[in-house]
Nanobody, 129 residues
Framework: KVQPVESGGGSVQAGGSLRLSCQTS?????????IGWFRQIPGKEREGVAA???????YYPDSVRGRFTFIERNYEKTGGLQMNSLRPEDTARYYC??????????????????????WGQGTQVTVSS
């Protein structure tokens, strides 16, 4: 299984911004994939925060919609998540996910991405008041 490598996390003040990056092992460009991001705090389940479909459509849950934007650029291999107007409630460890899914919408990918079985180490995001 491919293990993603996340980067870009850090510590910021409320209202600040971060950009998260995801790198995975190279795979065939002839196949289509979902790519997305999850976050997790200790004792809680992993929570999806962004999904990008193979056709370029996106899905964001209400908790981040309007603040987080998936950067639709070279998503077959890497993904980026622009996070603006960060809040202390956004503090978590963030993980990226990639699954094969041809012709899948962002909303569909939001659920499909949960099937990833090889999670990386994630990257910590800490937002202070």
């Amino acid at each position: 299984k491919v293990q993603p490598v996340e980067s870009g996390g850090g510590s910021v003040q409320a209202g600040g911004s971060l950009r998260l990056s995801c790198q995975t092992s190279e795979y065939s460009d002839s196949r289509s994939y979902c790519i997305g991001w999850f976050r997790q705090i200790p004792g809680k389940e992993r929570e999806g925060v962004a999904a990008l479909g193979s056709g370029g459509s996106t899905y964001y849950p209400d908790s981040v919609r309007g603040r987080f934007t998936f950067i639709e650029r070279n998503y077959e291999k890497t993904g980026g998540l622009q996070m603006n107007s960060l809040r202390p409630e956004d503090t978590a460890r963030y993980y990226c996910a990639v699954v094969e899914c041809p012709y899948c919408s962002g909303s569909y990918c939001f659920n499909e991405l949960r099937k990833q079985e090889s999670w990386g180490q994630g990257t910590q995001v800490t937002v202070s008041s």
